[in-house]
């Protein structure tokens, strides 16, 4: 075995787990190498683009377009993207709104995999690739509902209640009845992080052939309040295609929130 391509493999697997980045010298004393082999490993990761290297007093790496274009590739092959893309792509073309779709990153944050972009006037400013807090979405929270709430009150705190975007969400209390009233219309219905005023989201979580959660999808829109039955609308349209990527998955039941 090639022990340098070994060592890359560490690093670049050392620097993806760490959100806010690396110094040579956390590297070097992580994983127990020499100063001189991780800088001739980082500089050729960096080099070709699979590292980033961020200027400072001390620089910091974080993971480069390379290395996200790698992932995306391999989530191409997967069934998660066949069984989905289709499904998002024609619900951007039915509803012209923008679609999103999300997958659980750690335990309590999520990361968009997917993003289908309408002709709305309101365009959203979250990509492919940004990871974002569970409670301060409406995806998060959809995947929240895919979970007992022995799960949920396993992994959420008291300090993640900071990332909510729901001022109405502030404890476990109002977070478990937000998600019951998920799983009785079917999805979720959430403010959108962006400070645009009327804006909103629908979400609903997708199923595995287990009945696990594998992600979540959701459609942005522009609230408006002549015409309160759009939302309805538009929300029975998330739990359906959230379905039908299920299904394509092996999910078993006819609606998301089987017992």
Do not use: W
């Given at each position: ?7 890359a493999f ?24 020499s100063k ?32 996200l274009?790698l ?16 499904v ?12 999103f ?22 365009q ?25 709430d ?14 909510s975007?729901q ?8 977070l ?13 219905i959430?403010?959108t ?5 009327f ?61």
């Amino acid at each position: 075995m090639n022990n340098t391509v070994i060592k890359a493999f560490e690093i670049l697997k050392l620097v993806s787990q760490n959100k806010s980045g690396l110094t040579l010298a956390q590297i070097t004393r992580s994983l127990n190498l020499s100063k001189s082999t991780a800088f001739n490993i980082v500089h050729t990761l960096t080099n070709v683009g699979l590292l980033t290297m961020e200027e400072g007093q001390l620089p910091v790496y974080r993971m480069g377009i390379e290395s996200l274009k790698l992932g995306l590739a391999y989530l191409r092959e997967t069934s998660l993207d066949t069984a989905a893309r289709p499904v998002l792509s024609r619900l951007c073309r039915d509803v012209q709104e923008t679609v999103f779709m999300a997958v659980r990153c750690g335990m309590t944050d999520l990361v968009y995999i997917m993003k289908f972009i309408s002709d709305s006037e309101f365009q959203t400013v979250y990509s492919v690739g940004d990871v974002r807090p569970m409670l301060s979405l409406g995806m998060g929270k959809a995947m929240l509902s895919a979970m007992t709430d022995e799960e949920i009150r396993s992994i959420i705190t008291p300090e993640h209640f900071s990332f909510s975007n729901q001022p109405s969400i502030s404890d476990m209390n109002s977070l478990l009845e937000y998600i019951h009233n998920t799983r009785n219309i079917g999805y979720a219905i959430d403010d959108t992080s962006e400070n645009i005023y009327f804006a909103g989201t629908v979400a609903a979580p997708v199923l595995d052939i287990d009945n696990h959660l594998a992600g979540a999808i959701s459609i942005v829109f522009i609230r408006d309040p002549r015409n309160i039955d759009r939302v309805q609308l538009l929300g029975q349209k998330v739990s359906q295609a959230a379905l039908e990527i299920s299904q394509g998955l092996g999910y078993m039941h006819s609606n998301l929130y089987s017992t």
